[in-house]
């Protein structure tokens, strides 16, 4: 188990501020909870506040407490808690790897050895033109599409080395990626399409009601003497 600590001191911002439309945000979520439980907005404003600056500061994490009536210790007990939040910058396009036993059957090493040629060599290190980090997670509940990887909102799936490196260079090179598989895989289908559940009467409606159920066969008699 990793220690998770905030970054050091020469690497956090003098200050945090919500922006003015994040400010506004803050305040009708804070609205939603009973007076005196206003604490409960918090891991809320601790999420935005990484949507703003891509990570949780030492100043955030103040600021986040005086809005909530939180010592400073308990919202740090909260970022520091949960893995969802990057305590150190990441890099515009942080990508987080699944290399847990399924991804890691169907191949995660070599989807870590692209992150590690094209990113950096050590995870949650920004790449030197700072568009990138790279960190290895647990299970994002895609196994079925493994190896997979999530960046942003979006989980990039069917992956192997070679269709990895391209990824990064095309997010790189500011092309346009398309999430989901990176094979010809549509969804969780088998690869060449459906082969299952093919009959479009599953899907029209058009069997509605007209499911009839068999009645039972009649008990076997039983045989004198068995
Ligand atoms: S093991 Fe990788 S998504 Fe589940």
Redesign the pocket.
Known sequence: MSLRRLAPPEIQPPSFAFSAENAEWAKTIIAKYPQGRQASAVISLLWRGQEQEGWVSHPMIEAIGKMLSMPYIRVLEVATFYTMFNLEPVGTYLVQV?T????WLRGSDDVVAACKKHIHAHPQTVSDDGKFSWMEVE?????VN?P?LQIGSDFYEDLDGAATEKLIADLRAGKPVKPGPQNDRVSSEPLGGADSLKDPSLYDGSIIGKYEPKAPPPPEAKKPGA
């Open positions: 699944c847990t036993t399924p991804c299970c994002l509940g895609a196994c493994a997979m």
